[in-house]
């Protein structure tokens, strides 16, 4: 961003779909890249206080729902249900089963 509040045309950190070739690969490679950038901005309720998430912070939450599904005892392929709230997990869970082979199917209590 320039002193004007205008977002550059120029970007050093661009990581193509040729470089990523998959969505979890671009993930992998934005962690090397910037493991300390703010990735997201969560709002936490209970203390009314935004706060960010470095792409470190999202690749461990990644990790971990890959822990949780590698055990799940699932199949390449297989279609895994998302009922997660629209936040930084959901964007986790969907990296941790696209990274692992799966399908994601996002569920909503709002059509149920």
Not at 32 to 50: F, M
Not at 70 to 92: E, F
Request: proline share 4%; charged share 20%; hydrophobic share 45%.
């Amino acid at each position: 961003m320039d002193s004007n509040g205008n977002i550059s045309n120029t970007t050093t950190d661009l990581i193509t779909h040729l470089d990523a070739g998959t969505i979890p690969g671009l993930f992998q490679l934005r962690v090397a890249q910037s493991p300390e950038a703010v990735a997201y901005c969560e709002y936490d309720d209970e203390r009314d206080v935004w706060r960010e998430l470095t792409w470190m912070q999202i690749s461990g939450r990644v990790g971990h729902f890959k822990a949780i599904l590698a055990r799940a005892g699932l199949d390449h392929g297989d279609r895994v249900g998302m009922l997660l709230r629209n936040s930084p997990d959901w964007v986790a869970f969907d990296i941790a089963a696209m990274a692992s082979g799966f399908v994601t199917v996002p569920l909503s209590l709002i059509h149920i």
